[in-house]
């Protein structure tokens, strides 16, 4: 053994409280296991804000609309990356399609995502910009003329049943991508809800409290984009959507808060055996992940701030300001909540009676320096993806005035 792995080794057992197993020293599931659950919650919430404009015609949420929607294509293609990076071979990434394992629930989650991103998210791209990109190729030269022409596939058709056609599509596949946001990252609850044999894991609630805390999160991130985008471009902020976003912002946290604090007392409930391991984990490993990041910081701050900017008469200038911090507060504390579901698993030993510890690398790549990538790199896509395509209608930017 080499003298780094040697001290490694003698860091960790320091760590270590109580009684463990030998072979429950190292912990497998790093922080890329933590963003994986991060980011595809940011593709769910998102879609699902989306999904309130063209499902159930809430029109002040209309400016945010595109943003939210090429927001949920940007995550999305970096949700599997995580994952990939994780298994140590993501160029074999393919086998997992032509030998797949259908009674594996990770490996079915290549096919959720597949659908997901060709049968819901893409289509529902092509026929919302699919006017646009004609127009815009149609007035363009050079590269970018050519990439809106490509990518409207050289339609032509602009005509009223044309565009008629696109809306009905886009209500139909928005109908249909709200369960399948709810697959997707409820999905990834069932996963860790399965393990029975995990006290911190195996509840029955796990793929409600991901749903709904993703709601949250996927929210929170649109309303800090769409706030970035304004000030980017020095526009001005739409206020009245502004504050109904917010409104089911705050109803969404309290919703997912309950939720949490619910599963918390089932999983302490129906673990006899280990309610004294899990008091241990939560007062010592996860007190600061946990209280601090996750209760105090991620929901109880950030609810008390948006109760000051509704209920207080603050100019817009003040609501902006508080609205900004509290998704930012939001966003640590649902990272937080991945945090402490994947790495607080895998802190207490089989027996219930040791806890190990979790040291994160620096570089490598299950590093943290990985993990920032990963988490960065979806804001790159989204930039290039606003370059493209507009977050405004065409008539939008050419009148001022919202188009249907």
């Excluded at 080794?9 to 991060?38: D, K, M, T």
Aim: hydrophobic fraction near 55%; charged fraction near 15%.
């Amino acid at each position: 053994m080499s003298p780094e792995m040697t001290e490694s080794l003698a860091e960790q057992l320091e760590q270590i409280l109580g009684y463990i197993y030998p072979n429950e020293i190292e912990i497998h599931w790093s922080i890329l296991i933590v963003v994986y659950p991060y980011i595809t919650g940011l593709v769910a919430g998102a879609f699902i804000l989306a999904s309130l404009v063209k499902v159930f015609n809430v029109k002040d949420l209309q400016p945010t609309y595109r943003l939210a929607l090429l927001t949920a294509l940007a995550f999305l293609l970096v949700a599997p990356m995580p994952l990939l990076m994780h298994l140590g071979r993501p160029e074999r990434f393919y086998e997992i399609l032509l030998a797949p394992n259908v009674t594996s629930a990770m490996a079915m989650f290549g096919f959720v995502y597949a659908w997901y991103l060709m049968g819901v998210l893409l289509l529902e791209v092509w026929f919302e910009y699919r006017r646009d990109l004609i127009v815009m190729g149609g007035r363009e030269r050079g590269l970018m003329g050519w990439i809106h022409r490509a990518l409207s596939l050289f339609s032509t058709d602009t005509s009223e049943a044309a565009l008629a056609f696109d809306r009905k599509a886009i209500r139909a596949i928005t109908i249909v991508g709200i369960p399948s946001a709810f697959l997707l990252h409820g999905y990834v609850g069932f996963i860790f809800g399965s393990v029975k044999a995990n006290p911190w894991w195996g509840s029955v609630l796990m793929p409600i409290v991901f749903l709904m805390s993703a709601i949250v999160s996927g929210i929170a991130l649109v309303i800090f984009l769409y706030m970035m985008l304004a000030a980017i471009r020095k526009e001005p902020v739409d206020m009245p959507c502004l504050d109904t976003i917010t409104s089911y912002l705050f109803y969404a946290v309290i919703v997912d808060f309950s939720l949490e604090a619910l599963d918390f007392i089932h999983r302490l409930y129906q673990s006899e055996e280990s309610v004294k391991i899990l008091g241990r984990l939560i007062t010592h490993k996860l007190f600061m992940s946990l209280f601090v990041l996750q209760i105090l910081i991620g929901m109880f701050i950030p609810l008390g701030i948006l109760i000051v900017a509704k209920w207080r008469k603050l100019g817009d200038d003040g609501r902006k300001l508080l609205y900004f911090t509290a998704v930012i507060l939001i966003q640590l504390g649902i990272f937080s909540t991945r945090w402490n579901v994947v790495i607080g698993g895998q802190l207490f030993s089989k027996s219930f009676r040791g806890l190990m510890a979790y040291k994160m690398e620096v570089m490598g790549i299950e590093g943290i320096l990985t993990a920032m990538a990963l988490l960065a790199l979806p804001f790159v896509i989204l930039a290039v993806l606003i370059r493209v395509l507009p977050t405004k209608r065409l008539t939008d930017e050419a009148s001022g005035t919202a188009s249907p």
